[in-house]
């Protein structure tokens, strides 16, 4: 008798055994059942990342004289802004008077008031992607760097940003002795006013307008020759 209870208990003690490791089994297969379902799905989401626009702005503002003709150029989605244009290399009066005769020394970065929209007369911006702006932009800085001479009639400013809306392939005007403002209108005009180098899929305009989108009342014009600053 003693002999079977003993071996009752050691069944006993064996099943409960047997069913505690059936349990914690059953619980790690759960778990893992759980954790592959999360893991699949984390792997099967594709990795967006924000695409860049980028543009290049051909720009018109009022100056003393005739206006001026620049470029920004950057990303839409920073506000960090890069200028290019050609003028006299200094704030004196003289380069300028003398750069209607002669050429004169030059500087291609801003000048005072680029970054004014409250001097903007007309603005043209076209959008790009990131492969075409790397390409717009060393042309650019390339322009910047090996245009030494500013001369009214034979290199100007409107000129210098001919240059680089005809290295985009857009359709220019080919007169670069128009108003500056009068040069961006009709650049406009030639191309349709569309609003991206290439790809339709990169035209996103600011829903937002700019400040520049508003034309100021031209300053008045003298009857020199239509020659830029």
Same mark, same amino acid.
């Given at each position: 008798m003693r002999y079977l209870r003993t071996k009752r208990r050691d069944l006993a003690f064996r099943m409960g055994l047997c069913a505690v490791a059936l349990a914690a089994g059953l619980q790690i297969q759960a778990a893992s059942a759980q954790d592959k379902p999360a893991a699949t799905a984390t792997s099967a989401? $594709?990795? =967006? =990342?924000? &695409? /860049?626009?980028?543009y290049v702005d051909f720009r018109a503002r009022a100056a003393a004289s005739y206006g001026h003709a620049f470029v920004w150029y950057g &990303? /839409?989605?920073q506000q960090q802004i890069e200028v290019a244009g050609l003028h006299p290399a200094s704030e004196s009066v003289i380069p300028y008077i003398l750069g209607h005769v002669i050429p004169v020394p030059s500087e291609t970065g801003k000048s005072y008031g680029d970054l004014d929209d409250g001097y903007v007369t007309a603005s043209y911006r076209v959008y790009m992607t990131e492969p075409e702006a790397k390409r717009v932009f060393a042309y650019i800085k390339h322009l910047q760097a =090996?245009?030494?001479l500013w001369n009214a009639a034979t290199y100007n400013c409107v000129a210098f940003i001919q240059d680089i809306a005809r290295y985009m392939g857009l359709q220019? $005007?080919?007169n670069w002795l128009l108003y500056p403002d009068d040069w961006v209108n009709r650049l406009k005009e030639l191309n349709g006013r569309r609003r991206y180098m290439s790809s339709p899929?990169? /035209?996103q305009a600011s829903s937002k307008p700019? /400040?520049?989108a508003q034309k100021p009342?031209?300053?008045a014009r003298s009857q020199t020759a239509a020659v830029s600053y």
């Open positions: 989401q $594709p990795q =967006t =990342t924000s &695409r /860049a626009i980028y &990303r /839409a989605d =090996t245009s030494p220019v $005007p080919g899929a990169v /035209a700019s /400040a520049s009342a031209a300053p």
